[in-house]
C-alpha cells in the first residue's frame, strides 16, 4: 500500500473550484457578492462551507436565515454524498469554475436530509465506515478499534489532515496475508439518470478460479447498461467513496486491470 | 428459559431467504387485514415491504412530555384517556394530532438482515423532525436511545426510492435474532424471521403488531380456517402496560429473556 501513497495523496488533495451565489429571491440587506471555495472532493458540502454561510448571513437579516442548503441547476445537492460525487453526477461536463446556488429557505424535505449540526455529518461518515467495514471484515477491524480511533478518521477528514486519518485507516485496508483480498469490495454505483439512488450488491474481489476481479467483471455484473459500445470510451466515475479508498477505483482505472485488487489494497 | 449471547451460531439471512419470509409475512398479514404489501423496484427485482397507518394522538398544548416517562410504559402520546390536569396546566388545550405513518422493510445485503425504514408526517404534509421521532419513541425504550441516539434512530436516504427516512440501526439485529432463532429450531418450531423481527423492533417507532401474526399450531400449512378460528382477538402489543411483547408466541419466551439490547 505505500507504494500507492502518491495516489493516495492524489486523491486527498483533489479540489473543485467552487463558486457559491446566494439564492435571488432571498432577501437581504446589501447585495451579496459570490464566495469562491475551493472544495475538496473527499469532503461533504455542509462540512466545509462554514466560511460560505457566514459570508451571506452577513448581509441578511436572523429571521430570514434557516437552515442552509444548496443547488445546483435546480437540483437540491445532497450534503451527504461526497463532493466529488456531487461534481461527477451534476457537472462534470461543465466549465469551471462549478456555480453553486446558496438557500437559507424553504428547505426541500422531499429531497435533502437535515443537517442541523457537525455530529449528524459525523454520524454519517462513520456509518459509512462501519457499513464498508461489515463487508470488508464482517465489521471485525472496525470493532476492535477504540472510540479513540474513530474519532480520529473523523478528526482527520474534519481538519484536512492526511497522515492523521490514514494512521487509522490504513488497518482498514488491510488484509490477513492469507486471504488474497477483502471479503466483498465496498462499492457504490451512482447515475444521474435513475431514481434509484445508487447500486450496491455483494461483489467479492475474486473469482472462483481464483483470477482477480476487474472493475469490467464487476459493471458486467452489477450494472450492464453502463458498458455499451459508445460508453466505453467515457471517463469512469463510478463509485461513491463509502470508504474513502473507493474513490481510488476511478483513478487507477486507465492505470491496470487489475485496479479492484489494487483498490483493496490502497 | 435464557438465552445466552456467546456461542450461538450466527443465523444468515440470505436475500433469497428473506423475500420468502417476507412472501409468507404479507400471506398472514392479508389474511388479518394488517395492511402490509409487497413493493417491487421497477429497475433490478429487488423490493421491499409496505405499510402506512395514521395515528392519532392527543397533544396537551404547551407538552410536557418528561412528566409522562415516570408513568407506566403506555405509549406516551397515545392515550385516550385524558390524565387531570392539574392547576397549572389548566390553561393548556388539548389538540388532537394526526400523523400519517409510511414503513418500509429492506433488506441489507452488508449486514444480511432486515432494516425498518419509515416516515412520519402530519396531515398538512409537515414531516416530522428527528427530534419529535426521538421523543416519540416508546418510553420504555427511551433509556436505550439515551445512551446512543446516533445509533439507533438517524435520518437516511432510501436506498431504493432516494428519499429521506428515519431509520432504526440493523447493527445489533443479528445480536438477539440468532439466540431466539436457534432456539426455536431446537424446538422444531417454524419461526418467520420478519414476524420475530418486527415485532420486536416495531414497537420502539410505534409499529405494532398484532398477536394474531402468532402461529398456534407448528404446522400452519393445513387447516388455516381452523386456526384463525381460534385465534385471540388481535389487540395492539404495545397498549400493554409492561415491555410490549415479541408477538410470535412462544409463551414461555418474552423480552425479558432477550435481555435489554440496543437497536
Known amino acids: 500500500m505505500t507504494d500507492d501513497k502518491d495516489v493516495l495523496r492524489d486523491v486527498w ?126 465489521s471485525q477491524v472496525i470493532n476492535e478499534m477504540q472510540k479513540k480511533d474513530h474519532k480520529q478518521l473523523w478528526m482527520g477528514l474534519q481538519n484536512d489532515k492526511f497522515e492523521q486519518f490514514w494512521a487509522i485507516n490504513r488497518k482498514l485496508m488491510e488484509y490477513p496475508p492469507e486471504d488474497s483480498g477483502f471479503r466483498y469490495i465496498p462499492f457504490r454505483i451512482y447515475q444521474a439518470t435513475t431514481e434509484r439512488p445508487f447500486i450496491q450488491k455483494l461483489f467479492r474481489p475474486i473469482a472462483s478460479g481464483g483470477e482477480l476481479h476487474t472493475l469490467g467483471d464487476l459493471l458486467k455484473d452489477v450494472c450492464p447498461s453502463a458498458i455499451t459500445p459508445e460508453a466505453s470510451g467515457a471517463r469512469l466515475q463510478t463509485t461513491e467513496p463509502q470508504h474513502i479508498c473507493a474513490a481510488e477505483v476511478s483513478v487507477k482505472a486507465t492505470r491496470s486491470t487489475n485496479f479492484l485488487s489494487d483498490a483493496g489494497s490502497l | 428459559m435464557s438465552c445466552s449471547m456467546a456461542g450461538e451460531e450466527d443465523f444468515v439471512l440470505e436475500e433469497k431467504r428473506f423475500k420468502q419470509y417476507c412472501e409468507e409475512f404479507i400471506k398472514r398479514s392479508q389474511q ?156 422444531d418450531r417454524h419461526i418467520n424471521y420478519i414476524t420475530l423481527w418486527l415485532s420486536t423492533v416495531g414497537p420502539v417507532v410505534g409499529l405494532n403488531l398484532p398477536m394474531s401474526y402468532a402461529k398456534l399450531a407448528p404446522e400452519q400449512d393445513t387447516n388455516d380456517d381452523s386456526v384463525e378460528r381460534q385465534r385471540v382477538e388481535p389487540h395492539e402489543a404495545g397498549r400493554s402496560a409492561q415491555a410490549p411483547s415479541s408477538a410470535f408466541g412462544l409463551g414461555h419466551l418474552n423480552t425479558a429473556d432477550l435481555g435489554v439490547h440496543k437497536f
Request: proline share 5%; aromatic share 12%; hydrophobic share 35%.
Open chain 1, 13 to 138: 488533495f483533489g479540489r473543485i473550484p467552487t463558486c457559491f451565489t446566494l439564492y435571488q429571491d432571498e432577501v437581504t440587506e446589501r447585495e451579496a457578492e459570490p464566495y469562491y471555495l475551493l472544495l475538496p472532493r473527499i469532503s461533504y458540502l455542509t462540512l466545509v462551507t462554514d466560511k460560505v454561510k457566514k459570508h451571506f448571513q452577513k448581509v441578511m437579516r436572523q429571521e430570514e436565515v434557516s437552515e442552509i442548503w444548496f443547488e445546483y441547476e435546480g437540483t437540491p445537492l445532497k450534503w451527504h454524498y461526497p463532493i466529488g460525487l456531487l461534481f461527477d453526477l451534476h457537472a462534470s461536463n461543465t466549465a469551471l469554475p462549478w456555480s453553486i446556488t446558496v438557500h437559507f429557505k424553504n428547505f426541500p424535505e422531499k429531497d435533502l436530509l437535515h443537517c442541523h449540526s457537525k455530529d449528524v455529518i459525523e454520524a454519517h461518515f462513520m456509518a459509512c465506515i462501519k457499513e464498508a467495514d461489515a463487508l470488508k471484515h464482517k
Open chain 2, 32 to 187: 388479518i387485514g394488517d395492511g402490509w404489501e409487497w413493493r417491487t423496484s421497477k429497475d433490478l427485482g429487488d423490493g421491499y415491504l409496505s405499510k402506512t397507518h395514521y395515528q392519532v394522538r392527543n397533544r396537551k398544548i404547551p407538552p410536557d412530555l418528561k412528566e409522562k416517562n415516570h408513568d407506566n410504559c403506555e405509549q406516551m402520546l397515545c392515550t385516550h384517556v385524558e390524565e387531570s390536569l392539574d392547576d397549572s396546566q389548566a390553561a393548556g388545550v388539548c389538540a388532537t394530532e394526526v400523523i400519517h405513518y409510511e414503513y418500509h422493510v429492506l433488506y441489507s445485503s452488508s449486514y444480511r438482515v432486515p432494516v425498518l425504514y419509515f416516515r412520519a408526517c402530519f396531515l398538512d404534509g409537515r414531516p416530522l423532525t428527528l427530534d419529535e421521532i426521538w421523543k416519540s419513541v416508546h418510553a420504555c425504550y427511551q433509556a436505550c436511545l439515551l445512551e446512543g441516539p446516533w445509533d439507533t434512530i438517524t435520518q437516511q436516504e432510501h436506498p431504493i426510492l432516494g428519499q429521506p427516512f428515519f431509520v432504526l440501526h440493523p447493527c445489533r439485529t443479528n445480536e438477539f435474532i440468532s439466540s431466539v432463532l436457534s432456539s426455536s429450531r431446537k424446538h
